[in-house]
């Protein structure tokens, strides 16, 4: 058994593959500069975390507010809820429709902001709303500078409707600034359902973290080893009569 196997193994010998090296001399610099660049990537969103929890420390909510409200920056503010609620319509979680609550929120100190406080399920009806009132009292939250729910550019405007809560398919800023003109231009999306006044709050990452980028690295540096093994093994023909005419 030994003896075969020795043999075969002399029986190989290299073969340079023109057309597999020019492949090969293409595609694995690229490779590796891509894994290379989503290290840099992750190293970039790393200080950009640190410097944003930084700055979470000791910045309150007016500062974050004139500082600029960068989408999934953390962000802690104090106050209570007002009575204003809107649910973003045609959500659903798990197959089963609901909503999205979205409820003005009045800091201690600052401008009030539009908050997410999650998702609720819908009644069975389409006459029916969810109660979404939300607590009496002053609460500290926690969450992450979001968009407004903007439509589309073809989408229609949004109908005009009386009482509250109130049920859309989008909520642009214009919307919510005719009902509370010092709203800013970015909402608060709730970290978790442990949250004061939180429903459903599992969200969908907001913000590509360094770990993801590590993940991104992992896969092109893997991708260049797979091409670097494969064109190695391509190179290696057996010697005998058909690489002899192969030659001449």
């Avoid at 597999?20 to 190293?43: D, H």
């Avoid at 929890?53 to 802690?76: F, H, I, K, M, Y």
Wanted: no cysteine; proline share 8%.
């Amino acid at each position: 058994m030994t003896a075969s196997i020795r043999k075969m193994i002399m029986a190989l010998r290299w073969h340079a593959n023109w057309r597999l090296m020019i492949f090969t001399g293409a595609f694995l610099p690229l490779l590796v500069s891509l894994g290379i660049w989503q290290l840099n990537r992750a190293e970039e969103k790393q200080i950009m975390l640190d410097q944003w929890q930084q700055e979470a420390q000791g910045l309150n909510w007016p500062d974050l507010v004139v500082s600029g409200l960068e989408n999934g920056r953390p962000v802690t503010v104090t106050g209570l809820y007002g009575k204003r609620s809107w649910l973003l319509d045609n959500r659903t979680r798990d197959g089963i429709a609901g909503y999205e609550v979205l409820t003005a929120f009045y800091p201690l100190q600052g401008p009030p902001v539009l908050i997410n406080r999650g998702w609720v399920a819908a009644p069975r009806t389409r006459n029916q709303l969810p109660d979404v009132a939300p607590p009496d009292g002053i609460f500290s939250v926690t969450g992450r500078i979001n968009q407004y729910p903007e439509p589309p550019v073809l989408s229609g405007r949004t109908a005009q409707q009386e009482g509250w809560p109130r049920r859309v398919q989008t909520l642009p800023w214009s919307v919510a600034r005719a009902e509370v003109a010092a709203f800013p231009g970015a909402i608060i999306r709730l970290q978790d359902r442990d949250q004061p006044g939180a429903y459903r709050a599992d969200w969908e990452p907001d913000l590509m973290g360094p770990q993801t980028h590590y993940g991104y690295a992992t896969q092109w540096f893997a991708l260049a080893l797979v091409l670097t093994i494969l064109s190695v093994l391509a190179s290696y023909r057996k010697t005998g009569s058909n690489n002899d005419n192969d030659n001449g």
